[in-house]
């Protein structure tokens, strides 16, 4: 483990154990220490129905370990010492600066739920999600790298990975090596699996050629999960996924998008011309890619969550000292019922948001289908996000609406939460269909 992230275990094992005797948690309610993390983690991996809980007693999803909370002071700590200072500058360049990507490996944020045999933080999905909520509070850009390096590619990589895949790709992912997951196509967004990128079997390896849309770290990765359709007849079954080095000679990173925000996350065109790939760099078996996007968007859609509610934060943090600063007709702005009302209600909004993205980062710890409860949070936080970041600048007048207080950022990062990881509707869709098989109407 790297010096940030394990000098904070260190401390919460101290402080932990004191936490153990007072504690008795359930369901949703974290772990207090590391062994106690460990055996309430082996718990939920053997659960394979939902019966089995009952003899789990459940727990505020939103009640915090100590270990978590050390966690979300020492991220917090470092992202105001380490990102905070760069912020404008990444944004009117539309970069992020090479330095701090190398900060964020060297204190364990770019391996966080690897495990610690190869080099990661060993941290829990709900710990990955406290880190990226923190890091949004910030910089929405920087946790988008931080998500999607994390819980989408290295979770596809952790859970597909054969075990020389693992040692070679997560010992990097967790040191030095930016991950990039590629899956859209111009003709194949929402429609994720009309993939027209073709992997053509050539006995010892696969061809690939195609190109991909929107990629996300693609000029800071070295490391690409590429879906390619190797049996395009058998439809989404002959989807496969493969890994690619970014030194492959038939990858071209083309055209990067200039765009409305989260400017300093990279977002690339890539074009594959005969990328030969190894047999040995598929990931999971051929046909199986369909599976595995899915299962690790489901797990990016919670972190996405997680970056929603980490804007809604940060603007609260930026608007509510203003609100009491500001005074008008001899009032401070914040005491006025109209204005009180209002804040009010944005607060429950994102506390409810919080618990939507906690409970399934928590569920999906407990190793529970976390399909629905994915698609609540991300669709229910990023509207959430998005409200609080535009009725900050309301509440803000003129000065929200300057680029030097902050929320004019904020309310341009937002608007992505709608759109990747699957659109607003696309999480409808999903949350639709999953009430129709609950009801039995899933057939037609
Ligand atoms: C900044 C950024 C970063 C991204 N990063 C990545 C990445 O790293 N890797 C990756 O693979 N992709 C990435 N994407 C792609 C992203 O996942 C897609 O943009 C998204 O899934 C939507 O696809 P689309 O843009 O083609 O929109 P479309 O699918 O064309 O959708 C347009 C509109 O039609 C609606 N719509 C479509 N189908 C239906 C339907 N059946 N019912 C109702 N409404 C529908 C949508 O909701 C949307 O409102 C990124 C995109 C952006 C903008």
Same mark, same amino acid.
């Given at each position: ?5 394990r000098?904070?275990?260190r ?7 004191? =936490? ?36 789990v007693?459940p ?12 966690l ?11 990102? %905070? ?6 944004? $009117? ?5 090479k $330095?701090?990507?190398n ?8 391996g966080?739920e ?11 999905f709900? $710990?990955?999600c ?14 988008? /790298?931080v998500?999607v ?8 990589i ?11 790709? /997560? ?13 859209? $196509? ?5 429609? %994720? ?31 690409f999960?590429?879906f ?7 439809g989404? #079954?002959g ?17 990067k ?12 065109e890539?074009?594959?011309q ?18 595995i ?11 996405i969550? %997680? ?8 603007c ?8 009491h ?20 209600? =944005?607060?429950?909004?994102l506390e ?9 980062a928590r ?8 399909r ?6 991300k ?5 959430v ?8 600048i309301?509440?803000a ?5 300057? #680029?030097e ?31 129709? #098989? ?7």
């Amino acid at each position: 483990m790297n010096k940030l992230l394990r000098s904070c275990r260190r401390l919460l094992s101290y402080a932990s154990v004191a =936490a153990h005797s007072r504690s008795n948690f359930g369901l949703c309610a974290p772990p207090s220490n590391e062994k106690l993390s460990l055996s309430f983690r082996r718990t939920f991996a053997s659960v394979e129905s939902s019966d089995n809980l009952n003899n789990v007693l459940p727990g505020p999803c939103l009640v915090f370990s100590e270990d978590e909370n050390m966690l979300r002071d020492t991220v917090r700590k470092f992202a105001q010492s380490s990102i %905070a200072p760069k912020v404008k500058d990444m944004d $009117e360049k539309a970069e992020t600066d090479k $330095e701090l990507v190398n900060q964020l490996f060297a204190n364990g944020l770019m391996g966080l739920e690897v495990p610690v045999e190869y080099g990661g933080s060993g941290l829990t999905f709900t $710990e990955a999600c406290i880190v990226i909520e923190e890091i949004a509070k910030v910089d929405p850009a920087v946790s988008v /790298l931080v998500d999607v390096h994390n819980t989408v590619v290295n979770t596809a990589i952790r859970k597909w990975a054969n075990p020389d895949q693992k040692k070679k790709w /997560l010992t990097a992912l967790a040191t030095d090596t930016v991950g990039s997951f590629c899956l859209s $196509e111009a003709g194949s967004g929402s429609d %994720a699996f009309a993939l027209k990128t073709r992997a053509s079997d050539k006995g010892d390896h696969f061809v690939i050629d195609g190109g991909k849309l929107w990629i996300s770290n693609a000029m800071e990765a070295g490391l690409f999960i590429v879906f390619a359709n190797a049996n395009p007849e058998k439809g989404h #079954k002959g989807i496969t996924a493969f890994i690619i080095d970014s030194k492959n000679p038939g990858l071209t990173i083309a055209k990067k998008e200039d765009k409305l925000g989260i400017r300093a996350s990279s977002t690339c065109e890539l074009v594959f011309q005969n990328a030969k790939v190894p047999k040995e760099d598929i990931l999971g078996e051929v046909g199986t890619g369909y599976k595995i996007a899915i299962e690790s968007l489901n797990e990016g859609r919670i972190g996405i969550g %997680a970056q929603m509610i980490g804007i809604a934060q940060g603007c609260f943090d930026l608007i509510f000292p203003y609100l009491h600063e500001r005074k008008q007709f001899g009032s401070r702005i914040g005491d006025f019922q109209g204005v009180q009302f209002q804040y009010a209600k =944005a607060r429950v909004e994102l506390e409810a948001a919080r618990a939507l993205v906690y409970n399934a980062a928590r569920m999906n710890d407990a190793g529970l289908p976390i399909r629905k409860e994915a698609a609540f949070a991300k669709y229910y936080s990023a509207q959430v996000a998005e409200r609080i970041a535009s009725k900050s600048i309301d509440w803000a007048g003129g000065m929200g609406f300057v #680029k030097e207080f902050g929320l004019e950022k904020y309310y341009r990062d937002v608007k992505i939460g709608h759109i990747y990881e699957g659109t607003d509707n696309i999480q409808l869709q999903t949350i639709a269909k999953e009430m129709q #098989k609950e009801y039995g109407f899933d057939k037609k």
